[in-house]
């Protein structure tokens, strides 16, 4: 942070942050229950469809694909379910390999396992924080080739069946020029879109690039229910396919219990659905509160001299999480201690998978600018505060 003492900044950061926060312990970001919440959960209790069976899931999976513009949605019980089960959909078998980014949260990596997959990891690029189309490129070029229409990994002799790119704390990654990537080299494109849900490429929603997207309903995500997830597809036949095998892979009938393959009980219960529902209710309104956050963040670090993840041109963001990149690894420590010391969360960037025990012998690329971000970026505290105006029809 350029001419400015430290500590200066510093304290103007947390300024701002008691101006948007309020006074008080301030987190990175919690849930805001404000709208519909509370009635719809008291409606499934009273009307005893609390659990597998009920009509929120149904007009929850209709408002998610309405809102992302996707033909299907299907829920699921978190995000990370959500995953297992589309890459399983998109093709990918046990020993197959599967490339994404080593700097994501451990549920990427953690599906990918689920699925019986070796992940591989390629760079992410500086300004999006999410998968390089160029080291993408890169990578199939000198490590794959085509081969019964699809790609083959010469070194390992294994299938690079999927690719899943993800748009880090909401910012878009390049995902257009990913897709092209995919659907030259014949790889099934998954989005994970668990932080995007809000974001737009060319005013596409994210998850809508590829086979399929899925979305996570955490606790700590834009909207939340409780813990939940979605799975996004433009494919009739597989989001049948994902409603099926979600839901222990029964055969519709009124009371007789015959399966028709090994599913999962990964259904959304009812109750979460009714969370959703509410959210959703409410999320136009969130987009908007945390877009002026993200301004007001953009002027003050621009004045100081600081970078922050901006979303590309064409690109909109949810502005789930804001990013600062700080200037080397020891700034970002001392900002850290400063700002958690004061009552002010702040959050580095996850340690990249391939540093993790389970993921230490993965193929990689060097992955030179995610080691450069892991060092740098810090999360700063983005929720939709108390304060924030309500919706005119609240
Ligand atoms: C939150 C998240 C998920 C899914 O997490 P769940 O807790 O299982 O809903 C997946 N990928 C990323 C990048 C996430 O941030």
Known sequence: MPNHP??????SFIEL?????????????????EGNEKQYLIDCIESNFVSSVGAKVAEFERRIAEF????HAVATVNGTAALHVALRLAGVQRGDEVISQALTFIATCNALSYAGAHPVFVDVDRDT???SP???????????EVRDGGAWNKHTGRRIASCVPMHTFGLPC??????????????ALVEDAAESLGSYVAGRHTGNFGVFGTLSFNGNKIITTGGGGMIITNDELLARRAKHITTTAKIPHPYEFVHDEVGYNYRLPNLNAALGCAQMERLPWMLEVKQKIASQYRVFFESQGVQMATPLSRCQSNHWLNAIILADKAE?????????????MTRPIWCLMSELEMFRLCQHDGLENSRWLADRVVNIPSSVPDNAAKPADA
């Open 68 to 71: 992302t513009g996707a033909r």
């Open 6 to 11: 430290v500590s200066k900044t510093y304290d």
């Open 17 to 33: 942050v008691r101006r948007l926060f309020g006074e008080g312990n301030v987190s990175l970001h919690r849930p805001i229950f």
């Open 129 to 131: 924080m999410g998968m």
């Open 174 to 187: 390049r995902i257009e020029e990913i897709a092209a990537i995919c659907a030259e080299w014949g790889v």
């Open 332 to 344: 970002r420590d001392g900002f850290l201690a400063y700002t958690n010391d004061r009552g002010v």
């Open 134 to 144: 160029d080291a993408l490129r890169r990578f199939l070029s000198e490590h794959a």
